[in-house]
């Protein structure tokens, strides 16, 4: 939120209060918390202490490298915000020293120093990453006048910022469809059902990193407001509408991970990890589409189309119309369109494959249960008691309140009975449209925290229905709303996209943007969500969803069978997705890795090439693990741009070599291609099997070792297809001759 009137002046009605000086210091919980007790005005004499604003500054180092920061005006007024579930529980006493004036706080290679004006600078291994000045904490109010007894009549905010370097790039805040780096951008935290065209989001995350190597968690439910180099264009702003403010400054280390890594691996242990997927759920799904018309005879038509075109499928989704219309959710099979679901369950099962059902959080009041849940009091209410409710969506729908424990077991309860009838997982659609106006929840937790924290509770809920009945190992959703820790609760997809390329790029974008907020794992639309794509964007975007993280065929009104697109589509669906089951060996070893480190799978080129400062505002190619290069096309010219990083580059479908540090034109690609290269060094291993991606990976295992000199060593890490460490594979090249304690096959590319 922007306060000020240009440099010198506020915008009207607003007070600034910063800290003019420390008047009193203290250590408080066995010297784990510094606290600063720091007035707005400077403290010449008694009569000084008589009124006027004091800010509580609380500094803490919950973990090695990162550093709390809370800011507090009024300390006596009650929190009703939920609060993130993270990992602060192993907090250490403070290392405190006094040096030439200034109190320093070291922790780890990170430092704090806070000078005699209380301006703050932020240090790893020696360098300076950032600085939080005194006029950056700042009690604001907004309103003026007092009331008859002298209290002020006006909105509070609490403020922070933190400084930003000469070239320095702000990423992340969730998963955002605009420009990829943030600078000159105003955030705020808001969940909202947008489409992946407009600034709104489905995933609000309020943590950002920087490309210097540090990263902010701003540790509140609530709406936080962002001003990333907007306000002031050499800051990065955030407020809330609170008495006061909690932070995280997250210092990278350079280490095994590098330091922008470092940082996503410190904040993921704050606030969360994925758990190892099952191996299924990489390969391909494939959908009803939303409104269009089909029955058991369609879907089966559909698989069957899919087995005789030869393209593997792994999991089939049935989209809202597998329950009645204007009775979402009741979690009843239609029966005038599905007679027999569990038969039908069952014979989908024996064809190998997966069943996903969509579910919303919603409940209509023409449902069997509106009436159930609104007696025991198991959805949001008025605040004189009354359901909630609304037309949107479905005509009187119910909101489900995930704060009752008794609600939670309820709905968990109905999404037992379909698991119990052969249901492998849920797509868990909205939880975005959440109101704040006049709401009662039943822990009584404030509506406006509440708003972004739904989708966390909403999800969690239905995650842990399904590990209960199938293990942690098999359990998985297809989730669209998120907030700081839903990565913990995977796989999450970008949401309504259109059939076109300009879409194609910004659900692109927008993962991207999600992966630098701590999600290891995204998908997309495969074939864009509303309206029909040509058969061109069909056909590329086939290339880039088979070549991301998770992959699904879903649309809105019309079918994503890859033959209503042309012959020449289906071909292409099989040949990528039976690429991604042979790579599923590498795909899978840094997934599972991710559920270790928190390092996501889909990597912006910027995470992995820092130094590299062509690679800051790139957000049109990614790199898929750490070693593959992948760059869609997103013109119907087949033309696309591509940057090589330094190092020595191989095109992963012809072989050709390429010297990185430069830019490069491919024309005219074909579909059976998506621009793939290998970075000089890697180790793939590439599988015996391309019908499915759940296989024996150490069963004729192949490794394709790309580039690798004299003098290299290599180490890789495999994982069995149950997530399982199986085995380290080390290589070395010693006088252009490859040794490696590996048994199986190992090409060497040239």
Wanted: proline share 4%; net charge negative; hydrophobic share 35%.
């Amino acid at each position: 939120m922007k306060f000020a009137n240009g440099c010198w002046l506020k915008k009207e009605g607003v007070e600034f209060y910063t800290p003019a000086q420390v008047y009193d210091e203290k250590l408080l919980c066995e010297g784990k918390v510094l606290r600063l007790y720091a007035p707005a005005n400077v403290i010449y004499n008694r009569g000084c202490t008589l009124g006027g604003v004091v800010i509580t500054i609380k500094i803490t180092a919950p973990k090695r490298g990162i550093f709390g920061i809370s800011l507090s005006h009024y300390e006596g007024i009650s929190d009703k915000y939920p609060k993130f579930d993270i990992d602060i529980e192993d907090a250490e006493k403070l290392d405190i020293s006094h040096i030439d004036g200034n109190t320093v706080i070291n922790n780890g290679t990170a430092k704090l120093v806070i000078d005699s004006s209380l301006n703050m600078k932020f240090y790893s291994g020696g360098r300076y990453l950032t600085g939080i000045y005194a006029k950056d904490m700042a009690y604001v109010t907004v309103g003026a006048g007092v009331d008859n007894d002298g209290y002020r009549k006006n909105t509070a905010y609490m403020n922070a910022a933190v400084n930003l370097s000469v070239g320095e790039h702000i990423y992340g805040l969730g998963e955002r469809f605009t420009e990829f780096v943030k600078n000159g951008q105003s955030v705020d935290m808001w969940n909202a059902d947008g489409g992946t065209f407009t600034e709104q989001a489905y995933k609000n995350v309020p943590f950002f990193m920087s490309d210097r190597g540090y990263g902010v968690f701003v540790n509140e439910t609530g709406k936080v407001m962002y001003e990333v180099g907007s306000e002031y264009v050499r800051k990065a702003s955030f407020c809330v509408k609170k008495e006061n403010i909690s932070f995280f400054i997250i210092c990278g280390e350079d280490n095994e991970y590098g330091y922008m890594k470092d940082v996503l691996v410190k904040y993921t242990g704050l606030s969360g990890r994925p758990p190892v997927l099952p191996a299924w759920s990489f390969g391909l799904w494939l959908s009803t589409s939303f409104t269009t018309d089909y029955n058991e005879e369609t879907v089966m038509e559909f698989i069957d189309g899919m087995k005789k075109r030869n393209i593997p499928l792994s999991v089939f989704h049935f989209d809202c119309f597998w329950m009645q219309g204007m009775k979402w959710c009741n979690f009843i099979w239609d029966k005038d369109v599905f007679p027999d679901p569990r038969g039908m369950i069952k014979r989908i099962k024996d064809k190998g494959l997966r069943i996903c059902v969509w579910i919303n959080p919603y409940i209509a009041q023409n449902s069997e249960l509106f009436s159930e849940g609104a007696e025991r009091g198991y959805f949001i209410k008025r605040t004189n008691g009354d359901v909630w409710q609304w037309d949107m969506w479905q005509p009187g729908m119910a909101i489900v309140d995930f704060t009752n424990p008794s609600a939670v077991t309820w709905y968990q309860g109905k999404l037992k009975e379909l698991l119990d009838m052969g249901v492998s997982c849920f797509k868990t659609d909205f939880g975005e449209r959440i109101p704040t106006d006049g709401v009662m929840y039943y822990n009584r937790a404030d509506p406006e925290g509440m708003h972004n924290y739904y989708s966390y509770m909403y999800n969690k809920a239905v995650y842990e229905a399904v590990k209960d009945k199938r293990g942690e190992k098999e359990a998985i959703l297809f989730a669209r709303s998120a907030t700081c820790g839903g990565q913990k609760f995977p796989v999450h997809w970008g949401g309504d996209c259109t059939a076109e390329y300009e879409s194609m790029a910004e659900s692109l974008r927008g993962g991207l943007s999600l992966t630098m907020s701590g999600f290891s794992f995204w998908s997309h639309d495969i074939g864009g969500f509303e309206d029909t794509s040509t058969a061109d964007v069909y056909k590329r975007w086939v290339a880039f969803g088979l070549m991301s993280s998770h992959s699904r065929m879903h649309g809105s009104s019309s079918y994503r069978v890859p033959w209503n697109y042309g012959d020449e589509a289906a071909e292409v669906a099989s040949f990528f997705s039976k690429i991604k089951n042979r790579l599923m060996p590498y795909i899978y070893s840094y997934a599972c890795q991710a559920s270790e480190n928190g390092i996501p799978l889909m990597r912006s080129m910027v995470l992995e090439f820092p130094e590299d400062k062509n690679c800051a505002y790139l957000d049109r190619q990614y790199m898929l693990g750490p070693d593959l290069l992948v760059a869609p096309v997103f013109d119907e010219s087949g033309d696309v741009s591509v940057y090589l990083p330094n190092g020595c580059w191989t095109d992963y479908f012809t072989g050709d070599t390429y010297e990185g540090g430069k830019w490069y034109d491919f024309k005219n690609v074909s579909y059976f291609i998506i621009p793939c290269f290998v970075r000089e060094g890697a180790v793939i291993p590439i599988g015996n099997r391309d019908d499915r991606p759940d296989y024996d990976y150490m069963d004729g295992l192949t490794l394709n070792v790309y580039k690798l000199y004299d003098g290299m060593n290599k180490s890789v890490i495999l994982y069995n297809s149950k997530g399982e460490r199986e085995n380290v594979i080390d290589i070395k090249v010693k006088d252009g001759v490859v040794h490696s304690n590996f048994k199986n096959k190992i090409t060497v590319q040239p």
